[in-house]
């Protein structure tokens, strides 16, 4: 028995430290991201008036934003997942992008299509690969995660295009590229602090090296948008 | 106590039954020998070194890497997949089959690509860093790094030789990121599908050969590529000799590791075939290098010698050269 007891102990022993981590991002989408509506089954938003509707996504995407200004580490994000945001900045970064009209004769910068493509291809290849190497985050939270932190880059166009309002020489090139610099490492410290927790640790520079190359490239874009004249 | 035919001579019978137990021992062996593989997580495929050429009787039939239903007997799923004959047991439509592939440390990949840079003679990559592991990871991202260097560097490389030519206005050419796109990864996909066809069908001809998987040979191509990002950014410089010396050291490098890799899988064959298999390789990896550099980035001596009056014709009559001599 004493036997048993010695052969059993090694075996159980490990239960005992087993815990349950609390911070583990929570898979897909446990909270209805409107509010708490789950919860109340009476009441249902058809009533409301539509700006209460609106106002309250609104609220859910400015809060996004704030987030992504102030980047810790924080499961709401993650938890409350939606893509309004990632959207309209997507759209906004692609119009501005654009790069005049088609039939002049050189080549021109990229049209709204292939921005657009490239942000939202660009996202779901890099979601596919952190899914791949074994991330715990689910697929549209990454999407989400990774549309939010478009937003340094999209103020940095804006930047970007105030300055070449006021001429387009070397000063104006060094503003730019100072700008677009800060903007790509912060959007690239604040989606890594948001997706690496989701990633065993020896493979974390394998998931944060595509994210860097994405806003990489997207930057690249925007440093070089020149205005036609 | 054995039933024994009635008339038989005691000796005869001791000696069916040692025969049966050289049978016995004979499948034994085989059974060891598969275990050995379980243990060792191998695959169907054996990867020859020069003196294990004893067991080739065995190993030929496990040579052919189309054979795949000889798996791993401990695997739960019998689903057979028609590219590798390895480890991975789920169906091919699930998500967990593309997870195999993506099997990788950081330490790892850099372990591979630092591999794939330094090329040592007796030392084979697939078998020295790939080690019936296979990944994905490291040719997808590479080859994505490769495309954007190229279109951004060929664009700043551009920007370079416009300098001082004040009626240049920088356009930053996208279309190329498309077009680069297309090469690299045509390249690093269809060049390994072609090769290993090639090599299944030698392997079919002559019997005692070192084979590769496909995947291993998208691999080995796919960290091979590695070394012409530095060299890309390299190409920056509009001096043609510092283009062109990056061009051979690269070459040299990659290429090296090339021959190294697959010289194990042809040298038993007619030389004939295996010199020109070679070639082959080291002339469509020349190839990739040279066309890129002239369609992506222009040379200084061309620019040089235009009147600046008329820029724009200038400019598209050098693009239609550079296309011309590529096409």
Avoid at chain 2, 37 to 63: C, G, L, N, V, Y
Wanted: net charge negative; aromatic share 12%.
């Amino acid at each position: 028995m004493a036997e048993v007891d010695e052969s059993s102990k090694p075996m159980f022993a490990g239960l005992s430290d087993v815990s349950i981590s609390t911070d583990i991002p929570v898979e897909g989408e446990i909270n209805v991201p409107v509010g708490t509506s789950s919860q109340d089954d009476e009441y249902s938003t058809l009533d409301e008036p539509v700006k209460d509707t609106i106002l309250r996504d609104l609220t859910a995407v400015g809060k996004k934003f704030v987030h992504v200004m102030y980047p810790k580490k924080s499961s709401a994000l993650l938890r409350d997942w939606d893509l309004w945001g990632p959207l309209l900045l997507c759209v906004t970064l692609a119009l501005m992008l654009q790069g005049g009209s088609v039939d002049s004769k050189e080549d021109e910068g990229p049209q709204f299509a292939e921005v657009f493509v490239i942000i939202w291809f660009g996202s779901v290849i890099i979601t596919l690969n952190s899914k791949l190497l074994g991330g715990t985050i689910s697929f549209f939270q990454s999407l989400c995660v990774l549309g939010y932190c478009i937003m340094p880059l999209t103020v940095a166009m804006i930047v970007c295009r105030l300055v070449l309002l006021g001429g387009s020489g070397k000063v104006s090139f060094i503003i730019r590229l100072l700008v677009v610099t800060a903007s790509f490492s912060w959007s690239t410290f604040a989606s890594t602090a948001f997706l690496a927790d989701s990633q065993p640790t020896n493979r974390k520079a394998l998931v944060v090296y595509p994210v860097f190359l994405f806003y990489f490239v997207i930057g690249w874009m925007i440093l070089t948008f020149s205005q036609s004249t | 106590m054995s039933k024994t035919w009635p008339g038989l001579p005691s000796r005869l019978v001791s000696d069916m039954a040692s025969n049966t137990d050289f049978l016995l021992q004979f499948t034994e062996f085989d059974e060891a020998d598969r275990a050995l593989e379980d243990s060792r997580d191998a695959t169907t495929i054996r990867i020859e070194d020069t003196d294990t050429e004893r067991h080739k009787p065995q190993k030929q039939r496990r040579s052919a890497p189309v054979m795949s239903f000889e798996e791993d007997p401990l695997a739960n799923d019998d689903q057979t997949e028609l590219l590798s004959g390895q480890k991975k047991s789920a169906p091919f439509w699930t998500f967990e089959y593309y997870q195999t592939f993506f099997d990788v440390e950081t330490h790892q990949v850099k372990e591979r690509i630092l591999g794939s840079l330094l090329p040592w003679p007796g030392k084979n990559f697939v078998r020295l860093y790939i080690h019936n592991n296979p990944d994905l990871y490291g040719p997808f991202w590479i080859c994505a790094t490769l495309v954007f260097v190229i279109a951004i560097c060929g664009n700043i490389s551009d920007f370079l030789v416009y300098l001082g030519n004040p009626q240049y206005k920088y356009v930053p050419e996208f279309r190329k990121v498309t077009i680069a796109a297309t090469a690299i990864y045509s390249y690093a996909w269809l060049v390994p599908l072609f090769l290993w066809g090639v090599l299944v069908w030698r392997n079919s001809k002559v019997i005692n050969m070192v084979s590769y998987s496909f995947l291993e040979i998208v691999c080995v191509y796919g960290y091979c590529l590695a070394i012409y990002i530095p060299a890309v950014v390299l190409w920056i410089i509009p001096n043609e000799a510092v283009r062109w010396l990056s061009i051979a050291v690269a070459l040299f490098l990659s290429g090296s590791v090339l021959v190294l890799t697959f010289w194990p899988a042809v040298r038993d064959d007619q030389p004939r075939v295996a010199i020109a298999i070679m070639v082959a390789i080291v002339v469509l990896h020349t190839l990739l290098a040279v066309g890129c550099k002239a369609y992506f980035f222009k040379t200084l001596e061309v620019e040089q010698t235009a009147p600046v009056g008329i820029q724009t014709n200038s400019s598209l009559s050098s693009l239609n050269r550079s296309t011309v001599l590529t096409r």
